[in-house]
């Protein structure tokens, strides 16, 4: 039996999602254990039900709905991705996974199948890593990775506790944070949010991998004083200090490897008033490779960028680290199940490291994992301008439902 999904449903449960937190510009504001997180994890929770899965959220807020197999002793197939956005995101970046995994089980439903391993269907707490750092957050507290309360007691840039917040919008379960069966593999559908697919006319990515990650944010300390009356040479800007490490880690890539990113993607600085000197600037860094040890160098690298510039204006300086992946190879059987799947569904497919962080990075420490990547037009995403035509869309879930069922087995 040739295993396909529903186009139509698929594109009106994207639809549906895609309202809540949505944004006038045609994106997604659902930052994690927000008031939009929380409808949206209503909704899914909704979704699951309706299914007649057994719906269980953990102490982190990673929310689950579990299906019976057959087997009762084979392991369970993790199958989701996440809900929450970026600030001002696309609607595809985590949410068509979750919904492909949702629509996966409705076809097993519509067409009474028991798969032979349990199915368990996933949505994980604050991927993004946007309001709360570090990214990956909950699938990096439930395979033990990081601390739950250390987690716990992250705050926002308004000082909102995450426990706090977890709370308030009723996602902090009972269940511990961390598996509580035992797992056959995870396979996560999500957009590839670079150009690599489009620029090869490719359907769908076979994804073989995700690179590491360093964060960070260095903190410079001037001092502040009157923009009037203060001459140039007796002043301590920590504002010029930051450019100038903005600058510095621009440069960073160029002497590493070809795959090599860094980016500083927020900037914090006090008193922030148009005629005072800036006195404290907090600036973070985000630096990427797929070798361990070229993050790690290009972690000193920015750092010494940091000591320059400080040392160029005179100003103290500071630092703390917010994250450290490392780079992580997927399962030889997950990756063939997704490159069969491609193959039966006749799409052409390129094979891919990804170049961003998934909630996949961390289940490679306790299963076997796979991805399929759908293209990203202009490989545009953490934009509100992400998009993903409906057919990209269906082609990745199809190649992910038909992978799946592979792995779950009749
Ligand atoms: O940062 C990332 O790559 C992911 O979007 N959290
Ligand atoms: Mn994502
Ligand atoms: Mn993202």
Redesign the pocket.
């Known amino acids: 039996m040739t295993f396909a999904i529903d186009r139509d449903r698929l594109v009106d449960t994207m639809q549906e999602q895609a309202e809540i937190g949505a944004t006038d510009g045609g994106g997604l504001h659902r930052l994690a254990l927000s008031e939009d997180d929380r409808r949206a994890r209503d909704w899914f929770v909704e979704q699951l039900k309706q299914l007649g899965l057994e719906v269980t959220v953990d102490e982190f807020g990673n929310t689950f709905g579990y299906r019976e197999g057959a087997d009762p002793d084979a392991g369970t197939v993790l199958l989701g991705s996440h809900l929450d956005s970026?600030p001002y995101g696309g609607i595809y970046?985590g949410a068509l996974g979750v919904v492909a995994a949702l629509e996966f089980v409705r076809e097993l439903e519509d067409r009474g199948v028991e798969t032979a391993h349990p199915i368990e269907v996933v949505n994980w707490t604050n991927?993004?890593?946007s309001r709360f750092q570090p990214?990956?957050q909950g699938s990096g507290v439930w395979v033990g990775d990081h601390d739950i309360a250390e987690e716990y007691a992250k705050a926002d840039s308004e000082g909102a506790v995450l426990e706090e917040e977890l709370e308030r919008i009723g996602y902090r379960g009972d269940d511990p944070a961390e598996p509580q069966r035992d797992y056959e593999a995870y396979l996560e559908l999500h957009i590839e949010?670079g150009p690599y697919l489009e620029q090869r006319g490719a359907d769908v990515g076979v994804v073989t991998g995700i690179v590491g990650?360093s964060w960070g944010a260095v903190t410079f300390e001037g001092e502040a004083d009157h923009a009037g009356p203060t001459p140039m040479h007796t002043r301590s800007d920590a504002l010029v200090a930051a450019s100038d490490f903005v600058t510095g880690v621009r440069r960073v890539p160029g002497a590493l490897g070809e795959r090599t990113v860094a980016t500083v993607g927020s900037v914090d600085l006090a008193p922030d008033s148009i005629n005072v000197i800036p006195e404290e600037v907090t600036v973070t860094w985000?630096l990427?490779d797929p070798d361990d040890a070229t993050i790690d160098e290009g972690r000193q690298r920015v750092l010494a960028e940091a000591d320059a510039a400080a040392a160029r204006e005179g100003v103290d300086w500071s630092f703390e680290d917010r994250m450290r992946a490392s780079p992580v190879e997927f399962a030889d059987g997950c990756v063939d199940a997704v490159q069969n799947a491609a193959d039966a569904g006749g799409y052409d497919s390129l094979r891919m490291v990804s170049?961003?962080?998934?909630d996949a990075t961390h289940m490679t420490a306790v299963m076997d994992t796979g991805m399929v990547f759908a293209v990203s037009e202009d490989g545009k995403?953490?934009n509100e301008d992400e998009y993903t035509s409906w057919d990209d869309c269906y082609s990745a879930a199809d190649t992910y439902a038909k992978a799946a069922y592979r792995l779950a087995g009749e």
């Not at 170049?355 to 998934?358: D, I, N, S, T």
């Open positions: 970026q970046d991927e993004e890593g990214a990956m949010q990650f985000d990427r170049g961003a962080g998934h995403s953490h």
